[in-house]
C-alpha cells in the first residue's frame, strides 16, 4: 500500500537533547512537509523541500534542522536550540505539478520534552 | 507573506443545524483545498477548488472559491456527530508550498 509514515508515534525527550523524527513516503512525490501543531492551533510550517537535496526553511525553522537524501525520506531533526519542542509534528507529501495536488498527511508524532 | 485566515475559530451547532466556515488569503491562489482533521488524528484531504467562482458539492459539504480567488467557504448541511473535527483550508500556488489557514473547529451535539 501506498502511504506517508512517521515513526516513532510518541516521542519522549530530555531537556537539551537532539531528537530525529522519521518521515518516509512510498507516493512517489516531489514534494515533502514538516508542520508544527499546537494543542487547539493550526498548521505551522517547519521545513518543506520541493526536490532532492534541496529544503527552504517556513515560518518557524529556528531550533530545527532537515536532510533530504532521498527522494523518500524528509527527516526532520528538534535541536536543543528549539525552546518550547513539545508539540504534535507532521508530516506530508504531494506531487508538485498541476491539477489535483493534495497534500498527503502522516499520523504524526508527539513529541514531549521531560 | 502569503497569509491565510479562517473564521470562526470555533462553531458549536445542535445536531441538525447547519454550519459554514470561510476562509480568506491574502493574495490570489492557484487553488485552495479544504481538509479535516478529527480529534487526535491528521489532515485529511476533503476537496481543491481552482476555477473562479467554482461550487463543489459532496454530500452535505458544499465548497464555494470566490471570483477573486481569494475566498472560500464551506458548508454543512444538516450537520451530524461524525462532522466533527477541525476544518482547515489551504491556500496554494503550484510549485509552492501549502499555507494553512488556523482551522474552524466544529463541535456537535446530539
Known amino acids: 500500500d501506498g502511504g506517508i509514515t512517521q515513526s516513532p508515534k510518541y516521542l519522549f525527550r530530555k531537556e537539551g537533547q537532539n531528537v530525529t523524527l522519521s518521515c518516509e513516503q512510498n507516493l512517489n512525490h516531489d514534494a515533502m512537509y514538516w508542520y508544527r501543531q499546537d494543542p487547539g492551533q493550526g498548521l505551522r510550517l517547519i521545513y518543506y523541500s520541493q526536490i532532492v537535496n534541496d529544503f527552504q526553511k517556513g515560518d518557524i525553522a529556528e531550533g530545527y534542522s532537515v536532510s533530504r537524501e532521498k527522494k523518500e525520506s524528509f527527516p526532520l531533526t528538534v535541536t536543543s536550540a528549539q525552546k518550547n519542542p513539545t508539540a504534535f509534528y507532521l508530516c506530508a507529501s504531494s506531487f508538485t505539478g498541476t491539477g489535483v495536488v493534495e497534500a498527503f498527511f502522516g499520523q504524526g508524532t508527539r513529541l514531549t520534552v521531560v | 507573506g502569503q497569509q491565510v485566515m479562517q473564521i470562526p475559530q470555533y462553531q458549536h451547532v445542535q445536531e441538525g443545524e447547519d454550519f459554514t466556515t470561510y476562509c480568506n488569503s491574502s493574495?490570489?491562489?492557484?487553488?485552495i483545498q479544504w481538509y479535516k482533521q478529527r480529534p487526535g488524528g491528521h489532515p485529511v484531504f476533503l476537496i481543491q477548488l481552482v476555477k473562479s467562482g467554482e461550487v463543489k458539492k459532496q454530500k452535505r459539504l458544499t465548497f464555494q472559491f470566490g471570483e477573486a480567488k481569494k475566498n472560500s467557504s464551506l458548508h454543512i448541511t444538516a450537520t451530524q456527530t461524525t462532522d466533527v473535527g477541525t476544518y482547515f483550508c489551504?491556500?496554494?500556488?503550484?510549485?509552492?508550498?501549502?499555507?494553512f489557514g488556523p482551522g474552524t473547529r466544529l463541535s456537535v451535539l446530539p
Open positions: 489551504a491556500g496554494h500556488n503550484y510549485g509552492q508550498n501549502f499555507v
Open positions: 493574495t490570489t491562489l492557484s487553488n
